[in-house]
Structures are given as C-alpha cells and as structure tokens.
Nanobody, 127 residues
Framework: QVQLVESGGGPVQAGGSLRVSCAAS????????MAWFRQVPGKEREMVTT????????YYAASVKGRFTISQDNAKNTVSLKMNSLKPEDDAMYFC????????????????????WGQGTQVTVSS
C-alpha cells in the first residue's frame, strides 16, 4: 500500500517562500507519476504540478509557472515543492498525489486521475 506523507507548509507573508515535501513509502516510487494539488474550501482540487519520478517531464499549472519548482530526491523517495513569490491566492491545503505504477503523468490533470493521496498540509499566505 502506498503511503504519502506531506511535511512543511505553514504561515507565510505574501512575497515569501515556502517548501512542502512528500515522502512516499512505496518502493516503486521511481516508476510513478506524482503531483501536487491544492484546494480551498468550497472548490475542487486544482492540479499545481506533476512529475514523472522515473524521468521524462514536469508540468506546471499556468498560475504557478515561474514561481513554483518541483523536485525529487530518489534516495529519500521524496518529492518537494518550492514555492516562491507567494500570493494570497496560493493560500490553500496542498496535497501530494500519486498514480498507480506504470501510469505516466501525461494528460493526468484532475484528481480523478490519481489513486493515492496524502493527508494535506496547509499553506496560509497573509497579505
């Protein structure tokens, strides 16, 4: 069973930076598509970025491109999201997600495309 555990998050002022990380317990991390989503109350989860942890591509939503950077640490089975120039509209619960082994990220833009989820970590941006 895949387990995803997020860490990081917290309060930050607009314009500041924050890093959130996601540790995957599953040994097949290297063949998996992982992603970060975010959600605010009353709205659907929004895809922020995706990464093929076996190599082959990263995608960013237009709203975060140029400000957020996703990275991976294969030795720790961890995917991290560095968020710079944070805006009040980035205030949300951030979730780590993963697809089933063998499924790549291409075209996987909605929460329905992902099978495994972390518990979420709150990012609060104050203006």
């Amino acid at each position: 069973q895949v387990q995803l555990v997020e860490s990081g998050g917290g309060p930050v002022q607009a314009g500041g930076s924050l890093r959130v990380s996601c540790a995957a317990s599953e040994a097949t991390y290297s063949s998996r598509c992982m992603a970060w989503f975010r959600q605010v109350p009353g709205k659907e989860r929004e895809m922020v970025t995706t990464i093929n942890t076996g190599g082959g591509g990263i995608y960013y939503a237009a709203s975060v491109k140029g400000r957020f950077t996703i990275s991976q640490d294969n030795a720790k089975n961890t995917v991290s999201l560095k968020m710079n120039s944070l805006k009040p509209e980035d205030d949300a619960m951030y979730f780590c997600a993963a697809r089933r082994p063998g499924l790549w990220c291409r075209g996987a833009m909605t929460s329905e495309d992902y099978t495994y989820w972390g518990q979420g970590t709150q990012v609060t941006v104050s203006s």
